[in-house]
């Protein structure tokens, strides 16, 4: 187990993915975030427990020397972390298990309460509550996620954040319910909509911002998801652009391409969604 870096943030390798340990419990007295799960670069950082997540006249004993994206993270003597925001040079008064620097978006990764979440900064949070980041009341459960990954890269970025659940009988559907979510921020702070497309081609009525399980998405803007259907989980393909549909209906749309004099191989879809 590593406490955070007397660096702090700088100590770290590049943030892919921030995770909690969710076999632990308060009963165990303190706390594990993951940065880089199960990668050559995971950093397991030991957090204790906390009853107050707002302070006043904490004293700073550790910072990074320079701001980033407007925002410099800051160790406290109480062990937690927070903000100094560089317009005003002030210390903001939220705090968290463990804080890093704010993203060219405008967003930075945080945990508390064992949750992970994008914080923005105004420093209100993408709750898994909710569709619209909303303000941190300390008082409060912090209701995020167990992992959140960086945003992906292409025209439409996107950051994967998911929940682990477990299946449960539901009488009314009269089967098995995965009640893991996942969702996809975009840079505006919301949950991206994904509507469906099939052969009768979009649908405008409905649309979806949560699914049982995702992946990230690639540099292409496409993904794999599953979506859970009357106690069935459905397999679909999702574009960055907003759609999802079953594997045979993006066969259907879909022309493979090859590349003269390369032969690399791309597909393009037959229309525009």
């Not at 959140?148 to 292409?154: D, K, L, Q, T, Y």
């Not at 994967?160 to 098995?176: A, D, N, Q, V």
């Not at 652009?241 to 493979?256: Q, R």
Request: aromatic share 12%.
């Amino acid at each position: 187990m590593d406490k955070m870096p007397k660096t702090i943030i700088s100590g770290l390798p590049e943030v892919k993915t921030l995770s909690v340990n969710r076999s632990l419990s308060d009963k165990d007295g303190y706390r594990e975030y993951i940065v880089n799960s199960s990668t050559s670069e995971q950093t397991v950082i030991t957090t204790g427990l906390y009853n107050s997540y707002v302070g006043s006249d904490d004293d700073v004993i550790e910072s990074e020397e320079e701001f980033t994206n407007g925002f410099k993270v800051v160790m406290l003597n109480s062990g937690q972390f927070g903000y100094v925001r560089e317009s005003d040079n002030r210390l903001l008064p939220n705090r968290y298990d463990i804080a890093l620097n704010f993203n060219e978006y405008g967003f930075a990764m945080v945990g508390r309460d064992g949750r992970v979440s994008w914080v923005n900064s105004e420093l209100k949070y993408q709750s898994i509550l909710s569709e619209e980041m909303i303000e941190d009341d300390p008082e409060d459960r912090f209701t995020g996620w167990e992992v959140i990954h960086s945003f992906s890269e292409g025209e439409e970025p996107l950051s994967l954040m998911s929940k682990t659940g477990r299946r449960e009988y539901r009488e009314e559907i009269g089967g098995y319910y995965d009640t893991s979510t996942c969702s996809y921020l975009t840079i505006d702070g919301s949950k991206k909509k994904f509507r469906k497309f099939d052969e009768n081609g979009i649908n405008r009525e409905y649309y979806s911002t949560r699914f049982s399980y995702g992946e990230p998405f690639n540099n292409r803007g496409t993904s794999k998801v599953l979506l859970t259907m009357y106690g069935e989980n459905k397999e679909y393909l999702i574009l960055a652009s907003g759609y999802y549909m079953n594997i045979e209906t993006f066969v259907n749309l879909a022309d493979v391409v090859t590349t003269p004099d390369t032969d690399s191989v791309s597909v393009v879809l037959k229309i525009k969604l």
